[in-house]
């Protein structure tokens, strides 16, 4: 039985304590095995009025999933009777985040320090997010050989003009006031103040209207001005570049845009995985019609082909393990990714319909 993660009820607050500090709580399947099963028996439970999920150590919220765990299970023996990590761990994850998602009753992240890939899985999907002033969160997926998943083709692209596609494809990390402007955060709060919010919502009358609208009062009580979104400033210019549907129309973009800041750009995306950004690319262009639903089964279909892939091994290796953060990706370059490579990677899979209905939340 994973300690990783702290279950507990607190009066009508179901409370969620990722306890991994020593690996910023990232999140194993042990993790994740505990969590939905605990989220489903508090929303059928009428007491339970809101979950609040949180991290410990003081240094994150959540880093992401464990993908090192995955990808040292990938080219071993599986023993009978048993799947392969990779597809129990990816869908596990992704059917937490649909949980969330549709969990019914008032969800509150508590998003304070680092935030990234899956710990935006943990938060994004409910329907509050009190960002404090330490946060830093970022989808750095590329570099990994990876994609953005947990419902990054969902909520990406519902960022305010291309924002999504430039944070998507650079991975480039933002702060507590890019959160709010750019809806990640519902409510910015002070990490010293934390704990009574906590306090508050255990404490509060549940009964002078909706959960939701109790909820959403009590932090407002609380909350703070996060100030100016240094990414705001950036925005025309991301608009420009990233509006294209190729890779290469946007590097080209931005070697015409001759600032600075478009040379850093264009420095990022040469360091990170050429099939991953066209995967992704083509994810967020894709995903942005389709449902949160529809969403799910496409990042499944992706997380199962880019773990098949090279460039994810590799990428792991290079970040996460040796870090000499040089990794050797295949194919090396935009030009010798083919596209039929791409759309391969989209076809649908015999196991991708994984996703039970979540039980109505009740109370």
């Not at 959540?62 to 599986?78: E, Q």
């Not at 590329?142 to 596609?165: H, K, N, Q, S, Y």
């Not at 894709?286 to 773990?307: G, N």
């Not at 994810?312 to 953060?325: C, H, M, N, S, T």
Request: net charge negative; charged share 25%; aromatic share 8%.
């Amino acid at each position: 039985m994973s300690h990783d993660v702290l279950l507990e009820t607190r009066g009508p607050i179901g409370l969620v304590t990722l306890d991994r500090p020593r690996a910023l709580n990232a999140l194993d399947l042990g993790m994740i095995r505990r969590i939905h099963p605990q989220l489903e028996a508090w929303a059928r439970e009428p007491a339970v009025k809101a979950v609040v999920i949180r991290g410990a150590g003081g240094k994150a919220f959540c880093a992401g999933g464990d993908v090192r765990a995955v990808a040292a299970s990938l080219g071993t023996p599986v023993p009978e009777g048993q799947s392969p990590l990779v597809r129990d761990y990816f869908q596990g994850e992704y059917g937490l985040n649909h949980r969330i998602h549709h969990f019914g009753k008032p969800y509150i992240a508590f998003v304070d320090g680092i935030s990234m890939g899956g710990g935006l899985g943990l938060s994004f999907h409910g329907s509050h997010r009190v960002v404090t002033e330490r946060l830093t969160f970022s989808m750095p997926e590329t570099a990994i050989g990876f994609f953005p998943d947990v419902g990054g083709g969902w909520f990406l692209p519902r960022f305010p003009g291309e924002m999504g596609a430039y944070l998507g494809l650079t991975g480039t990390r933002a702060n507590a006031a890019d959160a709010m402007w750019l809806g990640y955060g519902t409510h910015h709060v002070e990490h010293s103040r934390l704990d009574a919010v906590l306090e508050a919502l255990v404490s509060a009358d549940w009964s002078t209207g909706s959960a939701q609208d109790v909820t959403t009062r009590l932090l407002a009580s609380f909350a703070t001005d996060a100030g100016p979104a240094p990414l705001r400033a950036h925005q025309p210019a991301v608009d420009r570049c990233f509006a294209a549907d190729r890779v290469e129309d946007i590097l080209t973009a931005l070697s015409a845009e001759g600032t600075e800041w478009a040379e850093a750009t264009r420095a990022t995306l040469a360091r990170m995985s050429p099939t991953s950004l066209k995967v992704t690319l083509r994810q967020l262009r894709t995903c942005r019609a389709l449902s949160y639903d529809e969403v799910v089964r496409v990042e499944y279909r992706l997380s199962q082909a880019l773990t098949e892939r090279p460039d994810f091994r590799e990428g792991i290796r290079a970040v996460l393990v040796d870090k000499d953060q040089r990794p050797r990706w295949s194919p090396a370059t935009l030009a010798e990714v083919r596209d039929a490579d791409v759309e391969a990677c989209f076809a649908p899979r015999a196991d991708d319909a994984f996703l039970p209905s979540p039980a109505p939340a009740r109370g």
